[in-house]
Structure formats: structure tokens, C-alpha cells
């Protein structure tokens, strides 16, 4: 069974910075395509930043380009999420995301095959 568990939310300052981390078990994820997506308080999931699975494609959201880099490693079945220059509006529940085999980069919601339970990110102003 395919697991994904996700690490790293928590409290930080507008300016500051977090790195997430989802961690991928049941299956060997080096041939999937991994992404971050999050959800706001009454809001809609949206896409946030995601890689190919050969990693050599890679899209963001307009609102955290420059900001945000996603990374993977796939010795460890983990993909990461660093996160700079956070502001309040990042406020969220993150969730990473994991699509079909040998597929694009997962950047709709649609497109995932598994998902992480989700970590809280609150930036305060």
C-alpha cells in the first residue's frame, strides 16, 4: 500500500522559511512524478510547485515562483519543498502529491494518483 507522509509544517514569521518533506513508501517512486499542492481555510486544493519523474521538468505557481524550489531524492523515496520568503497568504495545509508512472509533472489535482495527509503551514504577519 502507498504511503505518503509529509513533514516540516509549523509557525514561522512572515520573511522566514520552512522546508517540507513527503516521504514515499509501498512502491519505488523514482519513475512517478511528485508534486506539492495546498489548501486554504475555505478554499480550493491548488497547485503549487511539481517535477516530472525524470526531475528535469519543473513548473511553479505564479504566486511562489522565485520563492519555492521542489527537490527529490529518490534514494530516499522523499521529495522536498523549500519554502523562502514566506508571507501570510502561504498560510495552508500542504499536501504532496503523486501521479501516474512515466507521466508529466503533476500540476492539477486531477492528476494525482496518492496523496499525503497533509502539514499545517501558518505564517504569521
Known amino acids: 500500500q502507498v504511503q505518503l507522509v509529509e513533514s516540516g509544517g509549523g509557525l514561522v514569521q512572515a520573511g522566514g522559511s520552512l522546508r517540507l518533506s513527503c516521504a514515499a513508501s509501498g512502491s519505488t517512486f523514482s519513475t512517478y512524478p511528485m508534486g506539492w499542492f495546498r489548501q486554504a481555510a475555505g478554499k480550493e486544493r491548488d497547485f503549487v510547485a511539481g517535477?516530472?519523474?525524470?526531475?528535469?521538468?519543473?513548473y511553479y505557481a505564479d504566486s511562489v515562483k522565485g520563492r519555492f524550489t521542489i527537490s527529490r531524492d529518490t534514494a530516499k523515496n522523499t521529495v522536498y519543498l523549500q519554502m523562502n520568503s514566506l508571507k501570510p497568504a502561504d498560510t495552508a495545509v500542504y499536501y504532496c502529491?503523486?501521479?501516474?508512472?512515466?507521466?508529466?509533472?503533476?500540476?492539477?489535482?486531477?492528476?494525482?494518483?496518492?496523496w499525503g495527509q497533509g502539514t499545517q503551514v501558518t505564517v504569521s504577519s
Open positions: 502529491a503523486v501521479g501516474r508512472q512515466f507521466s508529466g509533472a503533476v500540476t492539477t489535482a486531477v492528476g494525482a494518483s496518492y
Open positions: 517535477m516530472s519523474w525524470t526531475g528535469t521538468s519543473i
